[in-house]
């Protein structure tokens, strides 16, 4: 078995919504059923016996290596605790080969388990060992390594859950939600909206407590020291017990509580030494330890800390006690899991010797041992859930808090005997105010009610059930996308969106190009997505792109399929028959929002079918209205669009308003029936966003298809009084579309250079010009700067071959080089006469015509 060819699908695709690992397997002839290989399977299944019944798709196709490597894949991940069910394999055209595909949670964690599942199989099928645990640990450590942490996790899927969109920007807690210019930012739990000076005030815990006291908060006296020395003399000045904690810290890290003697004192003083140069002393306000979660102007969560100990059974050491709460599977090292387990370290046996004990000590039963004097999670501490008893007065204490730092979520730390009483009646004070504060204790407390603050925070970023949304629309079809694509934005500019465009001549963003290219992939949506400017984007999207990693995006608001013609790379990556082309364009269809719209050419049967993967509504659009399927829609009063008396119409039940097509000059007046289409499509996609038509009118008026709105897709020039045309059409759909438009216009001869694309099949090349060779009468032949795989002359060979039995043509030239045979068509030109280009390097192309009839 061979695996190759392995694509990441980061978004939905021809397989599915999920995210997956698609792979190409060759597999031998005798591994293309595995029931012939002896006693493969019962190898494999005492190997990993989960790995359940390997069966294909089809109940009379035989299971292969490669179906086995499918269950595999994803079973690895299944038992390793990733969220993942789907998986296929399918048999491509060529002999034994298959595609599989395996969802993913984690890329790096599906990538893995695609590689330890063939050595797996390749262990079963050579009767040779395979460490299942070893491979199941491995993949929850890199599982635990990449996925989000519990509290940027909670916000992601809170999200989620308002059907927010959002991108990791990082292999950290780096998040953006939201598309456009409406995206927001976090980092953990903290918000783009939280200055740098505040994060940095919350950090400094000397200033912090100089602010808090401003604004009448009760806090802890105290002050920075410089050594030893000035910090017992601190301690003497505010009164035993103190703290001694770094002034710059964070998670609890070098803090010490309830020191009363020297020595403590001496040797808090050092672990805080280990964390910062800056150290600060503080009076020990007595009571309990509670973290108060504030998000906005409200408390979202609190909880009691209580700090990392142990209790006595009377029979097992210290040591052993930690190591029983260690194997509590909730314990976890860092902030992967809800608790942390206990250090065992030498701030632990310090902690053991004031209590008389040591390590190998053993409690009475029903002793509480504590192991640190501070209560953070982060040393293996646990939270009790205490929202509900929070005093009003003591939750405004923390709003204010928050707030006087300058923090959109901030974890106040209180020290007082109760919640339940406002905090001066207690003596109870607010010790620290912490920028991007950890969840997990809200989310998972070790006792008490797990608190929606992932939900909470979203709420904040995005009020009123926003769902952090642009208009995306996205372009897909044989021919006419980047027409289609480069109206629509303009119709949307018109109205004064800011807009972002992907094509195959690049990205742009309200009008100015940021990208050149092909980008019609989803890298290039991604990019205007996050584009802080855009209020609405227009994707073309490719097959290429659709095949390589899905969509750049989960769904969109409306979905516009032009067409599906012959030519389109078939024969490439699988894609053979139009049916196959039919089942990837339509991906964008079955994603579109529930409450979107798909605009499909109902003249187009394969086009027209979509309609039922579609989750919202359809528009159907045709020249005639008498089409079969426009009437059945137009009778169910759903969105048409259609031609009559000379004007796009645009009609749903009682509702119809016309766009006159002499006021639409990228038609010519509605000669040119494919630009005609192309207007009939763009119009409905604008109106499925609620355009009115007084402002479609107006940006319909306003785009001309010229060399600057349109590049390379039927810009029309004057020379010598002769026509020129350049347009980019490469395939036998677009010459038939070129040809019927070029016969509606007058001319005395006709002349066509022409090139050929080398990545298309040989029949789609040669019956490009078997359509040319009947509607010109001179053909120059000139071979593309790129070949794409093509022997020199090949593709040449082939347009010849198209022109055998030509009916028209009487004459065919071959010319060395693109601009050479456009200054030779240009040569031979006579006033009246016509002359088409099919452009191969647009933007050069085009600028050589420009200058040529510039010169005159």
């Known amino acids: 078995m061979e695996v190759s060819r392995i694509r990441v699908l980061r978004g939905p ?21 595995i029931s ?61 080969v298959f595609q599989v595909v395996v969802e993913y949670s984690e890329e790096e964690v599906g990538c893995l388990a695609l590689k330890l599942a063939q050595a797996l199989l390749d262990a079963a099928l050579h009767n040779t060992a395979f460490d299942v645990a070893a491979a199941l640990a491995k993949l929850r450590e890199t599982d635990e390594d990449v996925r989000l942490g519990p509290s940027t996790g909670a916000i992601v899927q809170a999200a ?53 006291e401003a604004a009448g908060v009760p806090v802890p006296k105290g002050r920075p020291v410089d050594d030893v020395e000035d910090a017992w003399s601190a301690a003497c000045e505010v009164g035993l017990p103190v703290v001694v904690k770094p002034q710059d810290g964070n998670q609890g890290k070098g803090v010490t509580v309830n020191i009363d003697t020297r020595e403590q004192l001496e040797r808090a003083y050092r672990a805080a030494a280990e964390v910062s140069s800056n150290i600060l002393v503080e009076r020990y306000l007595p009571g309990h330890d509670y973290r108060l979660l504030v998000v906005g102007s409200k408390l979202a969560a609190a909880a009691r800390r209580e700090p990392p100990l142990v209790v006595g059974d009377g029979v097992h050491t210290v040591r052993q006690l930690v190591e029983q709460v260690n194997s509590d599977p909730r314990r976890g090292e860092g902030h992967a899991t809800s608790l942390t387990k206990i250090r065992f370290d030498d701030i632990a ?22 192991l640190r004097n501070n209560a953070n999670l982060s040393t293996g501490g646990t939270a009790t859930d205490v929202t509900d008893d929070v005093h009003p007065d003591v939750a405004l204490r923390a709003v ?122 989803p890298r290039s949506a991604r990019n205007v997505l996050m584009h802080p400017d855009v209020d609405a984007a227009v994707f073309e999207t490719a097959r290429g792109g659709l095949l390589r990693e899905g969509l750049a995006f989960d769904r969109c608001q409306v979905a516009v399929v032009t067409n599906i013609g012959m030519g389109d790379h078939l024969g490439l990556n699988y894609i053979t028959t139009l049916d196959d082309l039919a089942v990837l364009k339509r991906v964008i269809v079955q994603n579109v929002s529930p409450d979107g719209m798909a605009v499909l050419n109902a003249a187009d049967p394969t086009v027209a079918a979509m309609a039922d993967n579609c989750p919202g509504a359809v528009t159907f659009f045709a020249a005639d209205r008498h089409h079969p399927v426009m ?95 350049a347009d980019y059409g490469h395939n036998p759909d677009a010459m038939l579309a070129l040809v019927k438009a070029v016969e509606a216009m007058p001319a005395k001869r006709r002349a066509v250079v022409i090139s050929g694309a080398g990545d298309r099949r040989d029949e789609d090349i040669r019956q490009q010009t078997e359509i040319l060779g009947d509607a010109f009468d001179e053909i120059l032949l000139y071979q593309d700067a790129c070949q794409r795989g093509r022997a020199d002359g090949e593709v040449i060979g082939l347009l010849r071959q198209g022109l055998v039995g030509a009916r028209r043509c009487t004459r065919v030239d071959e010319v060395r080089g693109e601009f050479l045979a456009i200054d030779t068509a240009l040569e031979r030109l006579q006033a009246g006469d016509l002359c088409l280009i099919l452009v191969d390097q647009v933007e050069d192309a085009l600028s050589h015509i420009a200058a040529r009839v510039k010169a005159g």
């Open 349 to 370: 046996l310090a902690r053991l010797a004031e209590q008389a004990m040591h390590a190998e000590s053993v409690p009475a039963k029903g002793q509480r041992v504590i």
């Open 631 to 725: 009437a059945t829609h137009r009778a169910q009063k759903q969105r048409v669009v259609y031609v009559e008396n000379r004007s796009i119409v645009c009609e749903q039940g009682a509702t119809r308003f016309e766009l006159p097509l002499c006021d639409v000059p990228l038609t010519r007046n509605g000669s040119i029936s494919f630009q005609v289409d192309n207007a009939m499509a763009s119009v409905a996609a604008v109106w499925a966003l609620g355009f009115a038509q007084a402002t479609i009118a107006r940006g319909l008026a306003s785009f001309l298809n010229d060399a600057d709105n349109a590049p390379g897709r039927f810009n029309v020039l004057d020379y010598r009084g002769a026509t020129l045309i």
């Open 36 to 96: 012939t290989l002896p006693g493969f399977e019962d190898r494999l299944r005492a190997l990993f016996p989960e790995i359940g019944l390997i069966q294909a798709d089809s109940h009379d196709a035989q299971s292969s290596m490669a179906h086995a490597l499918e269950y595999a894949a994803l079973g690895l991940q299944a038992q390793a605790g990733c969220p993942v069910t789907f998986s296929r394999t399918t048999a491509t055209v060529e002999e034994g």
């Open 400 to 521: 204010a808090a928050a707030q006087m730092i300058g923090l959109d979520i901030a974890g106040v730390d209180v020290i007082c005997d109760s919640v339940l009483r406002p905090l001066e009646e207690q003596n109870g004070g607010i010790v620290e105010v912490n920028a991007a504060p950890g969840l997990r204790m809200h989310l998972s407390p070790s006792f008490g009610k797990g608190r929606a603050v992932g939900e909470a925070i979203i709420s904040t970023m995005y009020p009123n059930a926003d769902d952090g949304r642009i208009p995306v629309i996205a372009v897909t079809g044989t021919n006419g996308k980047t027409t289609t694509v480069r109206l629509i934005t303009h119709l949307l500019r018109s109205s004064g969106l800011g807009v972002g465009m992907t094509n195959t001549d690049g990205v742009y963003v309200n009008g100015r190009q940021t990208d050149s290219g092909d980008c019609s992939g």
């Open 13 to 33: 695709n021809l397989w599915s919504r999920h995210t997956a690992i698609e792979a190409i397997v060759a597999c031998t002839e005798a591994e293309r059923s």
């Open 160 to 212: 989620v859950a308002r059907g927010i969109p959002y991108r990791r920007l990082t292999s950290g807690s780096l998040v953006q939600f939201g598309w456009g210019s409406k995206q927001r930012r976090i980092q953990a739990a903290e918000m783009d909206t939280t200055s740098a000076i505040a994060e940095s005030i919350a950090q400094d815990k000397e200033l912090t407590k100089v602010l808090l």
